[in-house]
Antibody
């Protein structure tokens, strides 16, 4: 059974970079049948898909348009984990951030396993 | 982008009663619709996928129906552990994957 364990700071200053990591057990970040996602949740914006990374003979990454200029999602095969970096954060980026596993093919956007969530507050 | 709309925002139901939640997509998502349950302080949990298939370990009192743009989640006899917020989500085609705003099922 796959488990996702998130880590990272809960407080980030405005204009700085939010960095989170999601450690995977029970599956591989290099799996050909899984996709690794970041999703956030806030009272004002609800659940928002942010971005993903996956391996299909080579590494792919894509992200939501509204954060495309600020976001990086990277795999770390040596530690079997993946990360989120969100640059130039503003108070509106305050949210609970989740990592989640998606399937492949028609279930690419179906999230069957989630991390525990990290509340990230953007404040000086 | 596909927009998901859930109704009602809050549903007040007595334990043992039936609850029916609705979800509408702004364009067809075929059968690529999932339902999640979220309790306070927890991550969402996958309940239903493919509009009507229960995920592993989900009790039979949860059922999903629909295709195209109209979907429902029914909880046949509410148990105490079922009071939570429920989200629908489309996973048709490609990102961005959209979630509904949620329906809170509360004790009447």
């Amino acid at each position: 059974q796959v488990q996702l364990q998130q880590s990272g700071p809960g407080l980030v200053k405005p204009s700085q970079t939010l960095s989170l990591t999601c450690a995977i057990s029970g599956d591989s970040v290099s799996s050909n049948t899984a996709i690794w996602n970041w999703i956030r949740q806030s009272p004002s914006r609800g659940l928002e898909w942010l971005g993903r990374t996956y391996y299909r003979s080579k590494w792919y990454t894509d992200c939501a348009v509204f954060v495309k200029s600020r976001i990086t999602v990277n795999p770390d095969t040596s530690k079997n984990q993946f990360s989120l970096q969100l640059n130039s954060v503003i108070p509106e980026d305050t949210a609970v951030y989740y990592c989640a596993r998606g399937g492949w093919g028609t279930t690419a956007g179906l999230f069957d396993s989630w991390g525990q969530g990290t509340l990230v507050t953007v404040s000086s | 982008e596909i927009v998901m709309t859930q109704s009602p925002a809050t549903l007040s139901v007595s334990p043992g009663e039936r609850a029916t939640l609705s979800c509408r997509a702004s364009q067809s998502v075929s059968g690529n619709l999932a339902w999640y349950q979220q309790k306070p302080g927890q991550a969402p949990r996958l309940l239903i996928y493919g509009a009507s298939t229960r995920a592993t370990g989900i009790p039979a009192r949860f059922s999903g129906y629909g295709s195209g743009t109209e979907f429902t989640l029914t909880i046949s006899s509410l148990q105490s552990e079922d009071f939570a917020v429920y989200y629908c989500q489309q996973y048709s085609d490609r990102p961005p994957w959209a979630f509904g705003q949620g329906t809170k099922v509360e004790v009447k």
